[in-house]
């Protein structure tokens, strides 16, 4: 079971062994507190809860949570549960142990959840790929215009769910499956993935073993 916590930093190039050159984004990788170790028998399901960074204001009930066996294991700014694809998987985990970027190794495959940046108020060029109207023949304000979106004849004269239309775009949860590590700074804790992941720079991002 291979997890960690980080925050995305910038792109970059990574260059192979043999000259090949790789499109990648930095991540700051950990180190992660493991917090709580919840069991099928107790908690109804199995999973590895883990903290991510500091924050100074920090509530009782969260106080409490974070303190195990009267010692105070940290604030932490970030909370997030991983479940594992075998229960048994977790079992070698326990409370207050550290994970950080050692974990992976250059050549895992790894899925990446983030937030993805927010677009503000989008047309549906933009937010749905819509390609406008034409561009000659009498077109005048109609070439980034959605077009009819139904009418009497269609859903009883009304729109129907899930019509696409202009919105806000962006500021949502998205994975990306398939990348690959590409290198792995243990040392800064530090990971180098492949292609680019959800979001800005500072961004939480999740990362799973595949």
């Known amino acids: 079971m291979k997890f960690l916590l980080g925050t995305k930093q910038h792109m970059t190039q990574f260059f192979d062994e043999s000259g090949r050159a790789y499109p990648a984004t930095l991540v700051s990788a950990g180190p992660v507190t493991v917090i709580q170790v919840k069991t099928k028998e107790k908690d109804g399901y199995t999973a590895v809860q883990v903290g991510l960074g500091t924050t100074k204001k920090i509530g009782k009930a969260l106080k409490g949570h974070?303190?195990?066996?009267?010692?105070?294991?940290?604030?932490?700014?970030?909370?997030?549960?991983?479940?594992?694809?075998?229960?048994?998987?977790?079992?070698?985990?326990?409370?207050?142990s550290l994970v950080d970027a050692a974990v992976f190794e250059p050549g895992d495959k790894i899925a990446v959840s983030g937030i993805s940046k927010g677009k503000g108020f989008q047309g549906v060029v933009?937010?749905?790929?819509?390609?406008?109207?034409?561009?000659?023949?009498?077109?005048?304000?109609?070439?980034?215009?959605?077009g009819s979106i139904g009418g009497g004849g269609r859903a009883g004269g009304r729109?129907?769910?899930?019509?696409?239309?202009?919105?806000?775009?962006?500021?949502?949860?998205?994975?990306?499956?398939?990348l690959k590590v590409l290198a792995v700074d243990k040392e800064h804790n530090q990971l180098l993935i492949s292609g680019a992941v959800p979001g800005r720079r500072g961004t939480l991002i999740e990362i799973r073993g595949e």
């Open 66 to 96: 974070f303190t195990k066996d009267g010692k105070e294991l940290g604030a932490f700014r970030h909370v997030k549960e991983f479940r594992p694809k075998n229960k048994n998987e977790s079992a070698s985990l326990s409370v207050g």
């Open 126 to 146: 933009k937010r749905h790929g819509f390609k406008g109207g034409r561009r000659t023949h009498g077109q005048k304000h109609s070439e980034r215009e959605a």
């Open 159 to 178: 729109v129907a769910k899930g019509m696409r239309m202009a919105g806000r775009m962006g500021g949502e949860r998205v994975t990306v499956q398939n």
